[in-house]
């Protein structure tokens, strides 16, 4: 009689699975409402340059890459400062669907430290918290379509509600596209979810294949006008034009993401070249982001998907300098693959309580540095912001 081959990844037991849970939704409410926290506070004081004003690029000067939403958008919205909380409402509500999607993800996998890890860390929901400036910007789209694809794929168990959510998905990818042309470069993770995960949708093969093929279609087409229609200077200041007679009137709106339709390849080419020195540190940051998707069994089961889904996002470090976006697309894009599948693939014994929280709280991703960042590399993570309170309520008492 030979001894059982231990079970590796074996889903967890439930005598910690209420500590699991309160931890994993206590940190998740904390990530949710210090970015929210965050843009309120840019929003009360007349926008930012990004977070708000890439919302409000559009078609002043003709049709443009990026112009989408911020055509519908000021087609619809109040002016002036009333339009701002209009901004940040509907901003919210859609990080309010990818933060409730990893809740469910959790309970789906029982609250597991690797799946904790997976979706709760620096690289993943815990990016757009730990550095303020990472949220609120246009990929949330993609998150948002993502979800709605999952849940049809695992959530749901009528046919219609299936097709409904797939083809909603669909119309806010093709916003997403329209609206920020590197959506596109999600679509390996699109083209994962309903061919390799397309059978659970329980449709029919033609089905599948025709949705994939319009995701396809969408994403290209995007990404094609997005090159042709890139934008110029008096593009950009067309469209600052129409933001400011909406009543958004912050002097520095329009030095962000407006300005950058204005940018030129050789200028954004050279400010990589730039910044690459400094940039290398990112490489240890990237190797910690992917530690929770190397160590699930799903990784193994699904390399080449993996590869390619990263493979599509390579381009953007060449070209564009905020490297902890990027790192974080690659992330999620995995984690939304992951999530779609049977929960046995989240499970692994690399995971402890204490790797966990070490994991998820001591450091963070910044999106960005300027090419001339001489401080030390930036610490960032929920650590920090609980040291940093502590200090500044002691030092209030104090001073």
């Known amino acids: 009689m030979t001894a059982a081959a231990p079970d590796v990844d074996r889903p967890p037991t439930d005598t910690t699975r209420v500590f699991r849970a309160v931890f994993a939704v206590a940190l998740l409410a904390i990530e949710f409402g210090y970015l929210l926290y965050y843009r309120a506070l840019d929003t009360r004081d007349g926008g930012a340059a990004y977070q708000t004003a890439d919302w409000l690029?559009?078609?002043?000067?003709?049709?443009?890459?990026?112009?989408?939403?911020?055509?519908?958008?000021?087609?619809?919205?109040?002016?002036?400062?009333?339009?701002?909380?209009?901004?940040?409402?509907?901003?919210?509500?859609?990080?309010?669907?990818?933060?409730?999607?990893?809740?469910?993800?959790?309970?789906?996998?029982?609250?597991?430290?690797?799946?904790?890890?997976?979706?709760?860390?620096?690289?993943?929901?815990?990016?757009?918290?730990?550095?303020?400036?990472?949220?609120?910007?246009?990929?949330?789209l993609a998150y948002v379509s993502l979800s709605l694809v999952v849940w049809a794929l695992v959530a749901v168990r009528r046919r219609l509600i299936a097709v409904v959510l797939t083809v909603l998905s669909l119309l806010v990818f093709a916003l997403a596209?329209?609206?920020?042309?590197?959506?596109?470069?999600?679509?390996?993770?699109?083209?994962?979810?309903?061919?390799?995960?397309?059978?659970?949708?329980?449709?029919?093969?033609?089905?599948?294949?025709?949705?994939?093929?319009?995701?396809l279609l969408v994403g290209g087409t995007g990404l094609a006008l997005g090159t042709l229609f890139h934008g110029s200077v008096a593009t950009a200041q067309a469209?600052?034009?129409?933001?400011?007679?909406?009543?958004?009137?912050?002097?520095?709106?329009?030095?962000?993401a407006i300005d950058a339709i204005g940018w030129t390849s050789q200028y954004t080419l050279d400010s990589v070249t730039a910044s690459f020195p400094l940039y290398v540190g990112y490489l240890p940051l990237a190797l910690l982001a992917i530690i929770p998707v190397l160590t699930t069994p799903w990784i193994r089961r699904n390399w080449g998907w993996a590869l390619l889904i990263a493979l599509a996002f390579l381009p953007l470090f060449v070209i564009v300098t905020d490297y902890g976006r990027w790192i974080n697309m690659i992330v999620m894009a995995l984690v939304f693959c992951i999530a779609a599948g049977p929960i046995q693939n989240t499970f692994s014994r690399a995971w402890t309580w204490l790797t966990v929280i070490l994991y998820t709280t001591l450091?963070?991703?910044?999106?960005?540095?300027?090419?001339?960042f001489a401080q030390p590399w930036p610490w960032l993570g929920l650590a920090k912001v609980i040291g940093s309170t502590l200090i500044d309520t002691v030092a209030r008492f104090v001073g």
Do not use: N
């Open 57 to 140: 690029i559009s078609y002043a000067d003709g049709f443009v890459r990026r112009g989408l939403f911020g055509e519908v958008f000021l087609a619809l919205a109040p002016s002036g400062s009333a339009g701002l909380w209009a901004l940040f409402a509907v901003q919210g509500l859609l990080y309010a669907v990818v933060f409730g999607f990893a809740v469910w993800a959790l309970a789906r996998a029982r609250f597991s430290w690797p799946m904790i890890a997976l979706v709760c860390g620096p690289a993943a929901l815990g990016f757009f918290a730990w550095d303020p400036a990472a949220a609120f910007r246009k990929e949330v």
């Open 177 to 215: 596209v329209f609206s920020w042309e590197t959506s596109a470069l999600f679509l390996p993770a699109f083209l994962y979810l309903l061919v390799r995960r397309g059978d659970d949708l329980g449709l029919s093969l033609l089905f599948r294949r025709v949705l994939a093929g319009a995701f």
């Open 239 to 256: 469209i600052c034009d129409v933001v400011r007679e909406h009543g958004f009137t912050r002097a520095d709106l329009c030095s962000g």
């Open 363 to 372: 450091w963070g991703l910044p999106h960005w540095l300027p090419a001339d």
